[in-house]
């Protein structure tokens, strides 16, 4: 297997900033962020026992694709997930890997989806998903709606001539297929994938049949347009002035489907808000994704921990108590993460006669926290930094023939030479103070569904028999005490 | 074997309130308290299969007492610790399998004590925790000194005149043992103890030989006294007023030693700050110890979790969105610990040859975040709970002929009866405002030692170097760009 | 004047734990706290320059009735609240003062409550102040109702027959006046008080006209009934161990009502959701009494505050880098709040004609932010003790001839002397680890209405205009650059 | 008086981005920002009553440099403090009236600086505050030294060839003035100012000696360099798009001597550790610019505060309790502010005879508070704004003839048109994920010195004494009891 070219000029249509991209190659910030996906590739080369696996049919195919049996085929994958992460220092939370943790699974799944008079959207979804592993595929999903009017429902607001784009629908049938029509938002790294993968969280009313839908196709189908959010990146200056914004960008984008044709075999959801509603979370894919997800939350944490400590030994603060203290912290919640994660896999259960599926409340509970952890590092980062991010010139002013010497040495510390110092420190303001890190700080919060939702549904599937068995015995003590009283 | 029995009139002299006790078990405080650390013996009769285990000898010991060799043998242990945490609903720190726990591989490491032209201390070790499995011994231990004057060593404070209390110290040498004096606070559930294990946390500095000891001694020692600190029961009061403050107290306790005499058999460190300093984290029993006392703490908070939803039923407050989001915050807590306790088993190593030691880092977050969640936990009962805990009257007045009928009428709620409210909130206010539960609340945030110096030790041993290697990996391109400056 | 006496023996029918008092003066619990309930009447004979103030008849009354027409009145009111708020180091809520702040302004705002065919109630409440203030009487207030199922409005709970004591309520109507039945709760020192107030927070509805009441009734009324909670005093111990507990009591009680006849002229609302709603927040008694408890709420916070400064001098914290911040954070809270109580009477307006009022949204802010700052400042208190509390003996103890002169070496620190120590640690625990600190805890939180709600109530009512202005200037410069893109 | 004209190409060493600027004010970045400093001269013509003050010589000046006699005048500098910062919303913490506010009074406290055989210091500082007064000069002012190594003091650093821009030290005398070298750090504006004033924070150490300095220069004197940080605005975008960022800049600038002539009469402090010590709190310089500061303060918090209930209304938020409580809880944070900013100004006292100096405590508090309060806001501004924040198009994106009106339809919803939505979406990202607003963040943070040492200056200038009284006296009363226990 050789590494995979991806070509982006396949006629698909990308918007920047008022402007149709002409050269998707030639853009920088793609060009960037492409060369840390392509790394999902390159890695399969480089490091095949850990990256690819052998079927039964001889062949190999990417380790994210492995239905997993065992801990240990769960284990095997979250290891091909921290590398993959490691290439973007944990910040890529959407790279193939991502949604090939869900394809895995999905044929075991499929009866979920049934079949109509239509077509067999169980085998669908089934061929769709050997065609993606087939082809080590880059797909891209795109699942929040836009924030129209969210007072109402989808159906009612199309009906009433509210908005055409208030999600995508069906606009019309025809025998091979359907016209679909409106947008999807926030569709991270969409510019750069092969394959769109369209649904809806489980919010759908039965007004809402037109949205009922789940389907796959192509960046370059005729009516799809990808319009990018301003990038972060900071191109008048170097990668040693900012060193993460200047290094890639997730890239969303908002997708607008304009009467888009979809063939049959590529429709897994149609006009039933009921299976658009089981698509994600009875499918395995809200699961299998989650795992993916809270490895890579991982990797970022271990990231911006390292950070910490290195900034605190740098500026010369690890002899306070207090900073040792909350180093502390950090180590205590890194761990805390590290070991849920670990047990999530430990302690899976097999679904669906053979997926052995990792414990969902563990890894909930892990991506619950982890924003708090991940925000508690940026500010720890933050406060070691202090005013000292404000006092660093640009890397070109450090080489002026005029004034390079001179703040050299008003830069230079017993600890860290006045290069090392300006790399250090703009590390520490690209991850707290610009808009590379604070997209990632609200990447990181909302990626995964609203917090208070997060901790709704944890507690509703939490097993909570050992305490609710010491709280009946200590009153049923008290109430035999109480009777006597009588 | 047969449920021992305890008789604590023994000739101990245990002092309470300023009187000497004349019967311990006619006193309530330590009749009620008894009765929770008697189940850990009944329990071996009641589930032998969880708490006895088999040794090659053919004899059963308590399981507290077995040496690990694999994660299921620690997994077995825990067990056994998590049945006897439910007795006490997870408050009783210091039942016999704590020190059990550490005792159980004390034989392991007695070479770090070695010997010396007096005694053979590795064997008077090995010795002393052979004695204490055969007997299932109850052993307390005593570790702090009083803090009389922490700006000077133990040393100097002595020779100095400044107090003959400030630790134990040898007062004198003779050809059968030796002669200890001095004082150690805080000895949890000394006077219901059999034998008492005296030693110090690891600060004796070069000037404090005369406090480089540890030895054990029965409770009935001729010169040991035991001065109780207040009760928090309110025995004028049932236990339906007050579920747990009446149910059991942890019995925190001075010591005082009065020219004691300890034959050499029973002395483990003599006249070395070194050996004393060694003595608890190089013996197995810090890490040992530590599982046992995160088991206990998992249940602690098991039990103020479910108290807090309980709660959060009993008085509707279910269906409000905020309340729902704090309880998934503690489930997700909760998960974090479990899912951390069970990954400090299932990724111990090997330590001495054979004995399967957990995972400390893992015990040490569990440890330092445990306080806390533990904390929110009863923050979040009392808002619960507000300001209905003020309006219970006691059980006393439910049940008067006078008023009982109108109080019930005015306690009664479709979701609870009087009585149920009644019960719940007393369990409730025992939890958060009694000195009961705010003596809980210190204990568990200060007996596994001050938390600043928990989390400096964490950072002190974390493994960072995934995050070390990608904070190189991104410093390193940057560097490449600030050269391309130059 | 003479100091008054108050006799409580007048026929009043108070129970205790299932007992009915037969000398209210014999109860220590009660004793206790009417020594410094009588403080009040104390101070108008030794200060009566800031007590006492002569109206133009000539007569001298408490400064508590003065109807405050300027800010220096309103600051000579906060003199004297303060000085009374000493004597119990701000924890007594409900003394005299409290009431007696809304009483003073009562007539001025009596219109609002009107006349009807059976009794003139502007009048009424005109008379009843004025005998108030006369007689200088303690006036208990009665405001929450029970929870008996607050999913149902109490005049449908009553029609139902759910419950007769969900609140107070008109049983029957004669020409004299009128049949009060029903039960409040949580009534804060009514046992000691001569007459109590009874009315309800703003939350009837109009099925609830039958509860739509306010008037007053002297406590030996027949058919009233008054059953305390079980008090917080520890009276085995003496004031040395628990130096509040057993000082004073704020004894929280349940009021009954067995069909009790209540004069037309003690009645000031009736028949009247509306009015009912409108008694406390359009009385005056809202605002005026406000003033008065955030002048106690922050004497009682410069005394915790106080105490966290004299523990840490006492255990030698204040070198640390870390205790002084935590200091600098208390001391700056409590001058937020110091600034804001006198802001509030500084920035006052006149209402109805020429009462001088302060400034509720400055009060509120106080009543919302001091709540966290006395938890905080709990918190502070609790960690600078840390375990020392809890090896503190009885003061018992400390004297034996057996242990007396072992324990003082053992607890003398350079700092402290034994008994010193043993004071202020009492003192600590007392604040913060006993029921009668946690008791306060909770009041501090509830008294003054659920936190949230008096969030809520603030953003209602905040001023915004000058940020409202700026966001729209920069808004609008944004507004005319999006309009050139066109 | 007309509006002053600022010519900045008067000969400055202005770099930035490795490149000399060759015209200020061709420079986007300066012309932005000069235009709001511009507004504190133009607010002089259009608000005279507000920005203008007569002295006894008949001539007008700046309000800004009002002696304070009274409570009211300093009143009116809080007016026109407030009124200059609502044209930045409170963002440009270094407009003229900052520094002004303590030149205004350094004549009265210039005897601090006394004379010695080179020259009057006390005269020279008169004269030059007379001199910027009568030509109201823009100051910028100089205080921080770079970290070069904090654990060296200044001389041993000089001494050892360490480093010649640790700080500005005397390199020659002359008999008409010193030759000054060496650097300072973070100058904010000072690009854009007429003259520097330089000094230190008063951390030097007796052999500091040759930095104990304090001297004035205008920004074009030969020798002087600013080299200013990269600038946070996105000039590829327009104001729709980032309302803040392209507004103005604060622009921090390192500042480098070269050998420099100061002439005497601009030397207020020289060779003297210890009156480098005293220039800056005993100058009335701390304590009149702390006012400033926290009226400007004051301005920023009312900002972000409409802003987010701006932002919550806009989003269909304010239905939401929890909304609401976090809207009250700012409300409430606000004014706490806002009483004890206005009680700073009445509890003012007189120093150096009548000079009218605020109550620094109050200050202080509100320094240490309103960073807490502001990140609070910040925090919440992007939790409302949430992902929608990610999901917008540029503004150019808005009006392209082939995506403009379909992204109209998806972005609008029935509170907010499209448009609204785009620029009250993208103003609060700018005040919370863009480096504009995270620079704030750090600013506030930290301009007015580490929050540690301002907590601790706090706690030990804080009166405590009504807190001390009540603690000696519940320690009396239980004293006495422990007395009784003899």
Do not use: C
């Not at 920047?16 to 002409?22: A, I, P, R, S, Y």
């Not at 790394?39 to 080369?45: F, G, H, P």
């Not at 370059?220 to 060193?243: E, F």
């Not at 703009?426 to 939702?453: C, I, K």
């Amino acid at each position: 297997m050789t590494t995979k070219t991806m070509n982006l000029n396949d006629g698909r249509e990308v918007w920047m900033n008022g402007e149709k991209v002409t050269d998707i190659h030639a853009e920088r910030v793609f060009q960037d962020t492409l060369k840390i996906i392509h790394r999902y590739y390159e890695l399969q080369e480089e490091k095949p026992e850990t990256h690819l696996y052998t079927e039964k049919n001889g062949k190999n195919y990417s380790t994210t694709f492995l239905t997993p049996h065992s801990s240990e085929e769960l284990a095997k994958k979250a290891k091909a997930y921290r590398e993959i992460a490691k290439e973007s220092y944990g910040m890529l939370g959407r790279t193939p890997d991502f949604i090939n943790a869900g394809v895995a699974i999905l044929p075991n799944y499929a009866h979920v989806l049934g079949k109509d008079e239509h077509t067999n959207y169980a085998e669908n979804i089934t061929n769709w998903a050997k065609h993606v592993k087939e082809n080590d595929l880059f797909i891209s999903h795109a699942l929040q709606n836009p924030q129209v009017d969210r007072s109402q429902t989808l159906g009612s607001l199309l009906k009433s001539g509210g908005s055409d784009y208030a999600g995508a629908w069906v606009k019309g049938e025809r025998p091979d297929g359907i016209i679909v029509h409106g947008a999807k938002m926030v569709n991270t790294l969409a510019p750069l994938a092969d394959e769109l993968l369209i649904f809806n969280t489980p919010t759908l009313t039965p007004e809402d049949d037109a949205f009922g839908l789940a389907f796959a196709l192509p960046l370059n189908t005729k009516g799809v347009k990808t319009i990018v959010r301003k990038p972060n990146s900071k191109y008048d200056y170097s990668l040693a002035d900012y060193p993460l914004s200047n290094a890639f960008d997730e890239i969303d984008a908002f997708i607008v489907l304009e009467d888009v044709f979809v063939p049959w075999e590529k429709v897994f959801v149609y006009n039933s808000w009921e299976k658009s509603n089981a698509f994600f979370p009875e499918s395995g894919l809200f699961v299998h994704t989650a795992h993916q997800d809270e490895v890579r939350g991982l990797v970022k944490l271990e990231f911006v921990t390292s950070l910490a400590l290195r900034l605190a030994k740098g500026l010369g603060l690890t002899n306070f108590l207090r900073t040792q203290e909350q180093l502390g912290r950090l180590t205590s919640n890194l761990e805390l993460i590290r070991g849920s994660v670990e047990y999530s896999q430990l302690s899976g259960h097999f679904e669906n006669g053979d997926v052995y599926t990792p414990n969902m409340q563990s890894l909930l509970a892990v991506r619950d926290s982890l924003t708090e952890f991940y925000d508690e590092a940026l500010r720890l980062i933050a406060e070691f930094a202090g005013g000292s991010i404000v006092g660093i010139p640009s890397a070109k002013d450090l080489f002026t023939k005029e004034n390079g010497e001179l703040l050299k040495s008003s830069l230079t510390s017993p600890l860290l030479s006045a290069e090392e110092r300006l790399l250090l420190l703009n590390l520490a303001w690209d991850v707290t103070g610009e808009s590379f890190g604070q997209r990632q700080r609200t990447y990181e919060f909302l990626h995964g569904g609203n917090p208070m939702w997060i901790k709704i549904g944890h507690w509703e599937n939490e097993d909570l028999s050992l305490g609710e068995e010491m709280v009946d015995t200590v009153l049923s003590r008290a109430r035999e005490s109480l009777n006597e009283e009588k």
